[in-house]
């Protein structure tokens, strides 16, 4: 089927195809659309496609012109640039279709009955859309600038300016490449012609009145080469009525000066056709100075001032400032824009060099950018700043050419400000960032506020002290930063001096009493000082101004920020509210460490109470560990215990309360003083210390749920003489123990999952095993924190454990442990971790001096402990 034919029979169906439509019968604008088609180079394009993509925070732009199809001229984002597709499925065809002045705002395009149904919404391209159409000086819509990202977002009025306003410069950019290649073509035209012939000659005769043309020069005035009649009134014949007067009178001033004459004149074809014509002549003057003839030359200048005249008229009308200089940097031509934009009138310009007209141009980038064009022969563009009496930013590209130099140019002070403001912006939250970053990431809170002056300056201020108070009420300055490296000294001298030398009525001290912000000029700061040293370097660091700011906890000042600006140096209020936002977030940062330094102090001694030393039986080494989540008070439910039965035995214990809170704490704390109670007591083996661990939760009501592993290590006298000892162990739901054998290798005792955990069930049936162990053999028990981790799951931290165990085998075992847990959790678990785990040392031979001295509790009789 036609294509044109399915899009008649669509017409009307939608917002997009009833816009293709009237933009497809308005021939006048398809043909304005087509005549700014860019060929080849599209930077100028591109760069403002990307800088309104900057501007607006978008993930995509583009640049689109709407002929009988879309091409996408320039952007970012989607669409390929280059690649052209139907009027019906675009976004841009609905703006171009707009009245004159609108955009096109869609904040959720899914949901908007203009757009939801084009291919670029549906396929999630596009979530938000902003687009204003690109009119030329004849109020011709030739197409759409616009931004989108994929999901929906608001647009704000300051927005929708912007955009307009890079519409225009678009505009511009696609007008002054169409207008150089129509120069060009017509340029080329022009020399072809005169290469071909199109020069005439014409010589008059003072004596006799014969007026002698060629046949190129009698073609040009339209006669036929007979019609000529030779003579003066044949050639003001054909002129232009309106240029007759002027034309015979240059003619005269010749014949009396005997000089050269040059004019460029309009001649009338009979048809009504009008034709210019470009004459030169000279003189022949006899003896006695009279002229007896004057020899000359025409040619036809009609598509040369054709063509002038249409660059006159686009310049004119183009929405950007232009002006062109000649060799001698001399104005030739100003446009109205540019008399507007430059304060000045065409009449004040034309002739005047631009380093007399504006100075300040003369050793900028002005001066450096437009002779860099000028010796390269290649176009430059870039921004700057005029100072007053223009007082404004500037967008300009310069291009080279044969008589010197053209430039057009855009003010662009108040894009530059929303740009300058987002910078800021992204300044400022990047600011905050890092700060908060230092907080969360040091150990020490006080060192990392001591840092704090490096972020704040010189973003914020041009120097900058940081006070803390200590834990008995003391301030003192802990760090200070200066923009200006050769006053650093200065500044660190003054900061270590000012504290003792401080009244009670200066801004430091208020602020620490009252927790207001105090704001005062350089010389009252100086001024509060006593005589001395102190007072000194305040005059010579010279503040213009000083800023106390209070970093407040919760209910207290903990510390000052203090800012200080030199002088030229302005403190934005925006600044300052940074400033203040950065001086809350590190009070908050100080509270919360002290809070965390009191928990962490009560939480350790409590866990000192409960986690107690091991025994050291005879030959069997014992060595644990407790290591608290990085991310919590330093107190959990994790335990572990190793302790010794009345009949001898030694057994070990690993448990986990469900939980990461003090109440875990607590739990684990009950839990273990049963356990230990009901295995000492009984002389019971792990299952029935399980059995009766269940029982007593249930007995007393405890709602607590834990795992545990139970490991008892028994050892006959046959086993003795064998180098054998058996470990006879239970498991309620916890991971179960690893073995390394005395030839490194690395068993994991999983002959089941594990039984119920702790305080479901108390009848639940419950599970011993036994396995039988070299002397020489290590058995760890660990809790999760040890292998879990949030980036992978518990079979991957399992296997990461026996690879590290297999290669840490021979080591010591207190060394074995340690490094253990650095390699696994670097010395900072996600959770809780404990460790307990015994080295079964050879019997045939003394205690090894690395497994310490025996401890054995005195209630147990040395007959008792197998080996002994």
């Given at each position: 089927?036609?294509?044109?034919?399915?899009?008649?029979?669509?017409?009307?169906?939608?917002?997009?195809?009833?816009?293709?439509?009237?933009?497809?019968?308005?021939?006048?604008?398809?043909?304005?659309?087509?005549?700014?088609?860019?060929?080849?180079?599209?930077?100028?394009?591109?760069?403002?496609?990307?800088?309104?993509?900057?501007?607006?925070?978008?993930?995509?732009?583009?640049?689109?012109?709407?002929?009988?199809?879309?091409?996408?001229?320039?952007?970012?984002?989607?669409?390929?640039?280059?690649?052209?597709?139907?009027?019906?499925?675009?976004?841009?065809?609905?703006?171009?279709?707009?009245?004159?002045?609108?955009?096109?705002?869609?904040?959720?395009?899914?949901?908007?009955?203009?757009?939801?149904?084009?291919?670029?919404?549906?396929?999630?391209?596009?979530?938000?859309?902003?687009?204003?159409?690109?009119?030329?000086?004849?109020?011709?819509?030739?197409?759409?600038?616009?931004?989108?990202?994929?999901?929906?977002?608001?647009?704000?009025?300051?927005?929708?300016?912007?955009?307009?306003?890079?519409?225009?410069?678009?505009?511009?950019?696609?007008?002054?490449?169409?207008?150089?290649?129509?120069?060009?073509?017509?340029?080329?035209?022009?020399?072809?012609?005169?290469?071909?012939?199109?020069?005439?000659?014409?010589?008059?005769?003072?004596?006799?009145?014969?007026?002698?043309?060629?046949?190129?020069?009698?073609?040009?005035?339209?006669?036929?080469?007979?019609?000529?009649?030779?003579?003066?009134?044949?050639?003001?014949?054909?002129?232009?009525?309106?240029?007759?007067?002027?034309?015979?009178?240059?003619?005269?001033?010749?014949?009396?000066?005997?000089?050269?004459?040059?004019?460029?004149?309009?001649?009338?074809?009979?048809?009504?056709?009008?034709?210019?014509?470009?004459?030169?002549?000279?003189?022949?003057?006899?003896?006695?100075?009279?002229?007896?003839?004057?020899?000359?030359?025409?040619?036809?200048?009609?598509?040369?001032?054709?063509?002038?005249?249409?660059?006159?008229?686009?310049?004119?009308?183009?929405?950007?400032?232009?002006?062109?200089?000649?060799?001698?940097?001399?104005?030739?031509?100003?446009?109205?824009?540019?008399?507007?934009?430059?304060?000045?009138?065409?009449?004040?310009?034309?002739?005047?060099?631009?380093?007399?007209?504006?100075?300040?141009?003369?050793?900028?980038?002005?001066?450096?950018?437009?002779?860099?064009?000028?010796?390269?022969?290649?176009?430059?563009?870039?921004?700057?700043?005029?100072?007053?009496?223009?007082?404004?930013?500037?967008?300009?590209?310069?291009?080279?050419?044969?008589?010197?130099?053209?430039?057009?140019?855009?003010?662009?002070?108040?894009?530059?400000?929303?740009?300058?403001?987002?910078?800021?912006?992204?300044?400022?939250?990047?600011?905050?960032?890092?700060?908060?970053?230092?907080?969360?990431?040091?150990?020490?809170?006080?060192?990392?506020?001591?840092?704090?002056?490096?972020?704040?300056?010189?973003?914020?201020?041009?120097?900058?002290?940081?006070?803390?108070?200590?834990?008995?009420?003391?301030?003192?300055?802990?760090?200070?930063?200066?923009?200006?490296?050769?006053?650093?000294?200065?500044?660190?001298?003054?900061?270590?001096?000012?504290?003792?030398?401080m009244p009670p009525d200066s801004p430091a001290a208020i602020a620490l009493r009252t927790g207001e912000a105090i704001r005062r000029n350089g010389r009252e700061v100086s001024s509060l000082l006593p005589p001395g040293e102190a007072r000194d370097l305040a005059v010579q660091l010279a503040p213009r101004e000083a800023i106390v700011l209070p970093m407040r906890g919760r209910n207290r000042t903990l510390g000052l920020l203090t800012v200080y600006y030199a002088e030229g140096t302005p403190a934005r209020e925006e600044d300052l509210s940074t400033a203040q936002d950065v001086a809350e977030r590190v009070g908050l940062a100080l509270d919360n460490a002290r809070l965390y330094g009191a928990q962490q102090q009560l939480a350790e001694g409590l866990q000192r109470s409960l986690l107690t030393e091991p025994p050291e039986p005879d030959h069997a080494e014992i060595a644990v560990r407790y290591l608290p989540a990085a991310e919590a008070a330093r107190v959990g439910g994790d335990w572990y215990d190793a302790f010794m039965q009345p009949g001898g035995t030694t057994m070990l214990v690993i448990g986990d309360v469900v939980g990461h809170d003090t109440e875990a704490a607590a739990a684990m704390g009950q839990l273990r003083g049963l356990l230990r109670g009901i295995a000492t007591y009984s002389d019971a083996g792990p299952v029935e210390v399980l059995r009766g661990l269940d029982t007593s939760m249930t007995t007393l009501q405890m709602s607590t749920l834990a795992t545990a592993a139970i490991a008892r290590f028994e050892q006959t006298p046959d086993e003795f003489a064998r180098g054998l000892t058996r470990m006879r162990w239970a498991n309620a739901g916890h991971l179960p123990p690893l073995v390394i054998n005395p030839d490194g290798s690395v068993a994991e005792l999983a002959e089941w999952n594990g039984d119920l955990l702790l305080g479901v069930d108390s009848d639940v049936r419950r599970r011993e095993s036994v396995v039988t162990l070299d002397r020489g053999a290590t058995v760890l028990l660990y809790t999760d924190g040890l292998v879990e981790r949030r980036d992978s799951d518990l079979d991957e931290g399992i296997f990461r454990l026996r690879e590290a165990l297999i290669e840490l085998a021979g080591l010591p075992l207190e060394e074995l442990l340690d490094e253990l847990l650095e390699r696994l959790v670097h010395g900072r678990p996600d959770d809780d971790v404990a460790l307990v785990a015994v080295r079964l040392h050879p019997q045939d031979r003394p205690r090894p001096p690395e497994a310490g001295p025996n401890r054995v509790p005195s209630t147990v009789p040395p007959e008792r402990i197998p080996g002994a």
């Open positions: 089927m036609d294509p044109s034919s399915d899009r008649a029979v669509r017409a009307g169906t939608s917002p997009a195809d009833r816009a293709a439509v009237r933009l497809r019968q308005d021939q006048v604008r398809v043909d304005a659309a087509r005549r700014v088609l860019p060929e080849g180079g599209r930077a100028g394009l591109d760069r403002l496609a990307d800088l309104a993509a900057r501007l607006m925070g978008t993930a995509g732009s583009q640049v689109s012109l709407l002929v009988d199809h879309q091409l996408v001229a320039a952007g970012t984002g989607v669409a390929e640039v280059g690649s052209i597709g139907p009027l019906e499925e675009s976004l841009c065809t609905v703006t171009a279709a707009l009245p004159a002045g609108e955009s096109l705002v869609v904040p959720d395009a899914r949901n908007d009955p203009r757009v939801q149904d084009l291919p670029p919404v549906r396929a999630g391209a596009v979530g938000s859309y902003l687009g204003t159409a690109l009119t030329d000086g004849q109020g011709q819509s030739v197409g759409a600038l616009c931004v989108f990202d994929p999901e929906p977002r608001p647009w704000a009025r300051s927005e929708i300016d912007t955009l307009q306003q890079l519409a225009g410069s678009v505009m511009t950019e696609l007008e002054l490449s169409a207008l150089l290649r129509r120069y060009e073509d017509d340029r080329v035209r022009f020399e072809l012609a005169t290469e071909a012939g199109g020069v005439g000659t014409w010589d008059w005769d003072q004596k006799t009145g014969e007026l002698t043309w060629d046949e190129q020069l009698i073609a040009m005035f339209g006669y036929e080469p007979d019609g000529f009649g030779r003579t003066i009134d044949a050639f003001d014949a054909r002129l232009h009525p309106d240029d007759r007067p002027w034309v015979n009178e240059a003619l005269q001033q010749a014949l009396d000066t005997g000089g050269g004459y040059d004019a460029t004149y309009r001649v009338v074809w009979p048809s009504g056709e009008t034709r210019w014509i470009h004459a030169r002549g000279r003189c022949v003057l006899d003896t006695a100075g009279r002229t007896t003839r004057i020899l000359g030359t025409a040619y036809d200048v009609t598509g040369e001032r054709e063509a002038a005249t249409l660059v006159t008229r686009v310049l004119e009308a183009m929405p950007a400032g232009f002006y062109s200089l000649d060799r001698d940097w001399r104005f030739t031509y100003v446009n109205a824009v540019a008399e507007r934009l430059l304060q000045s009138s065409r009449d004040e310009l034309l002739g005047r060099e631009l380093w007399e007209a504006f100075p300040d141009a003369m050793n900028s980038v002005f001066e450096e950018s437009y002779r860099e064009a000028v010796r390269t022969g290649e176009p430059v563009s870039f921004d700057a700043y005029y100072p007053a009496p223009l007082d404004g930013w500037y967008e300009l590209r310069a291009w080279p050419t044969p008589d010197g130099l053209s430039v057009y140019f855009l003010e662009v002070t108040e894009r530059r400000s929303v740009q300058d403001q987002a910078e800021r912006s992204a300044r400022r939250l990047a600011l905050l960032a890092g700060v908060s970053a230092d907080l969360a990431g040091a150990l020490d809170t006080r060192t990392a506020t001591a840092h704090l002056p490096q972020l704040v300056v010189p973003a914020l201020a041009d120097f900058c002290i940081v006070t803390v108070v200590d834990a008995d009420g003391r301030p003192g300055d802990v760090g200070c930063w200066h923009a200006d490296e050769e006053m650093r000294p200065v500044l660190e001298r003054y900061m270590h001096l000012r504290m003792d030398a």
